[in-house]
């Protein structure tokens, strides 16, 4: 009899059971072939469940949480201090701008807020490399 454990969303799921198989411990998603039948199913009640033995148990759960927890610098830094920012939502003003100008390319990359200055920028898309990790400065 295998132990379910809950996860937030399928693709969380699969992140967890490759982490829990990388750790030694036989693990599986419980109706992951129903995913691919009805994409939208872990937006319901039927959130995907990940499966492992009762032996494996309290270590599934503790490497489970430690991949949760496992936080990393923003996607979007603020330029100014570092902090996490959030896409400012204008959607009114933004649709007014759409319809009389016709510029599609500022849906591309929206002015951004950072709560811990109080600061709204445009923050442009971050380089996928570096240039240390290419050898040569990145080519736009």
Known sequence: ??????????????I????????????TIADSHMQGLYP?????????????PPAFEAEART????AQAAETTPLYPCPLCGGETHI???PILATIRLALSGQF???????????????????GDSEPFTAEELGYPPIR
Do not use: E, W
Request: glycine residues 8%; contains cysteine.
């Open 105 to 123: 390319a500022k849906l591309r990359n929206p002015p951004r807020f950072c709560g811990a200055c109080d600061s709204y920028d445009d923050v």
């Open 1 to 14: 009899m295998s132990t379910p454990l809950p996860a937030h969303s399928h693709g969380h799921a699969i």
């Open 40 to 52: 939208g199913m872990d937006t319901g009640f039927l959130k995907p469940r990940i499966l492992v």
């Open 63 to 66: 490497i489970i949480a430690q």
């Open 16 to 27: 967890a059971v490759n982490a829990l198989r990388a750790a030694g411990i036989p693990a």
């Open 88 to 90: 400012r939502a204008r």
